[in-house]
């Protein structure tokens, strides 16, 4: 189970930092992202880590105003979000990758308003 937290209500140029952890079963060494969708578009990728945190990926939309991170010993990604935009509101998705299956949270909401 993938329980995300974190979401809220921001101003422009405000700030979030949202986390998922991983309880009720181990991974073998997943990969752990975000992904957001907001209405009436596509679901789309965010921002990816490596098992051991050694590589990071984004999305261009998000580059230099957040940040992925994770702590391997209590299960948790987290996802600094800085210099939001009112394009960034949607809803986030803890996503972990492992052994080639996908498991994703229920997300949670975050809505950036001008």
């Known amino acids: 189970q993938l329980v995300e937290s974190g979401g809220g209500s921001v101003q422009a140029g405000g700030s979030l930092r949202l986390s998922c952890t991983a309880s009720g079963r181990t991974f073998d060494s997943p990969a752990m992202g975000w992904f957001r969708q907001a209405p009436g578009k596509e679901r789309e990728f965010v921002a990816a880590?490596?098992?051991?945190?050694?590589?990071?990926a984004y999305a261009d939309s998000v580059k230099g105003r957040f940040t992925i991170s994770r702590e391997n010993a209590k299960n948790t990604v987290s996802l600094q979000m800085n210099s939001l935009k009112p394009e960034d509101t949607a809803v986030y998705y803890c996503n972990v990758l492992s052994l080639g299956r996908s498991y994703w949270g229920q997300g949670t909401q975050v809505t950036v308003s001008s």
């Open positions: 880590i490596s098992w051991n945190g050694a590589n990071t």
